[in-house]
């Protein structure tokens, strides 16, 4: 699993890979992290004991969330104001925009743009009283640059 602090990465959302370039970053940002499971399967191979193993790969699952501090402040710069609520749509209900999320790393320069995104978000407040939001999203793919 990849994981990012908030204080060595950058998150950008858009809804075009190409918005990403001149979207703001997120602030606030307790962590973003990912899995990408390509699932392996294995299956008995040949007949009686010792026999081994046919592996193969299924479909790639790409799913992950991003966590932070809970903010009315909004993420969107003039001439927008959206709140990070309104950005990964919460409370639509109809059908979602897929976004495109790009995580850059602070320390090494890596940067991993999470393709068509969509997901849940949720808010709570943890035992030590500071609310939360977290997104919890599935993605097509992930790339690296």
């Known amino acids: 699993m990849v994981k990012y602090t908030g204080d060595n990465s950058q998150i950008r959302m858009a809804t075009t890979e190409g918005g990403l ?5 997120i602030t606030n940002v307790q962590s973003v992290e990912w899995d990408v499971d390509p699932n392996i399967d294995a299956q008995p191979k040949g007949c009686g004991q010792g026999r081994g193993k046919d592996v193969t790969e299924g479909l790639i699952d790409v799913a992950g969330n991003i966590t932070r501090w809970y903010d ?22 109809s059908a979602m925009t897929p976004l495109f999320v790009q995580v850059t790393d602070t320390d090494t320069g890596e940067v991993h743009v999470l393709k068509e995104v969509k997901g849940k978000y949720n808010t709570s407040r943890p035992v030590d009283g500071y609310k939360e939001e977290t997104y919890d999203f599935v993605a097509a793919e992930v790339t690296e640059t």
């Open 72 to 93: 009315k402040v909004p993420v969107v710069p003039s001439p927008g104001t959206t709140t990070f609520a309104g950005m990964v749509q919460a409370y639509q209900t």
């Open 21 to 25: 370039a001149t979207a703001p970053v």
